[in-house]
């Protein structure tokens, strides 16, 4: 399958600690931000999304975490398990059905 | 229901070469759009279709490229003819076209290597 994690950054943690996987967005006026995961030789499958007008949002063990200020997303998955390795890429756009820009993806590689 | 299914998973073509990559969203969406990621980047916007009509086709690389989706159904990405730089996995997702957000969801990919 496609190597999804080839020259990507790195993020180890060991299974049953809570991992952060940070991101920078380009767009002030983006409105919507989404947490994508994608394992490999599959698409990118939808995490969690949040809306410009919050700051923090809670998912099954995610949180993603909103700072406009900054142009900074977050996402804190807890209790890491192995089924959580994959690369993970957060998105953006402007308007309903517009386009998705995606950041530089994570590899999230779990320790057992 | 069926999700966004794409066709082939995978090709290998020669250099020169022309290669039709097709995409089947899920049914009633009419958002459809098409990415690629090169070489283990980013992903990266190609073009997005409303129904049958083109509404952004800013992330084309090149005349290459191109996009059909007749009928406002399936859509299909032809490259023609195909370079070495064109190695890379191509992405359909569709949505739902509403004036509220809606969430894209993707295909597995079509897997293109240019040799």
């Known amino acids: 399958g496609e190597s999804v994690g080839l020259h990507l950054p790195t993020l180890s943690v060991q299974e049953g600690d809570n991992s952060i996987i940070n991101c920078a967005y380009s767009n002030s006026a983006s409105d919507y931000f989404i947490w994508y995961k994608q394992e490999s030789g599959k698409g990118p499958q939808f995490i969690i999304d949040?809306?410009?007008?919050?700051d923090k949002r809670q998912g099954q063990r995610v949180t993603v975490l909103l700072n406009k200020t900054v142009k900074h997303l977050s996402l804190q998955i807890a209790a890491t398990q192995p089924g959580d390795s994959a690369v993970y890429f957060c998105?953006?756009?402007?308007?309903?059905?517009?386009?998705?820009?995606f950041g530089k993806g994570i590899t999230l590689s779990v320790r057992p | 229901e069926a999700g966004v299914t794409q066709f082939p998973s995978h090709s290998v073509i020669e250099k020169g070469q022309t290669v039709t990559l097709r995409c089947d969203p899920i049914s009633g969406h009419d958002n459809l759009y098409w990415y690629r990621r090169v070489m283990g980047k980013e992903i990266k916007f190609l073009l997005h279709f409303v129904k049958e009509s083109k509404q952004d086709e800013s992330g084309m690389p090149n005349n290459r490229f191109l996009a059909e989706r007749t009928g406002g159904t399936y859509s299909t990405l032809k490259v023609q003819p195909a370079e070495l730089e064109d190695s890379g996995v191509y992405f359909c997702?569709?949505?739902?076209?509403?004036?509220?957000?809606?969430?894209?969801?993707f295909g597995q990919g079509t897997r293109l290597t240019v040799v």
């Open positions: 997702a569709s949505s739902q076209l509403r004036g509220g957000i809606t969430e894209a969801f």
């Open positions: 949040i809306r410009s007008n919050m």
């Open positions: 998105a953006e756009k402007t308007g309903a059905n517009s386009k998705l820009t």
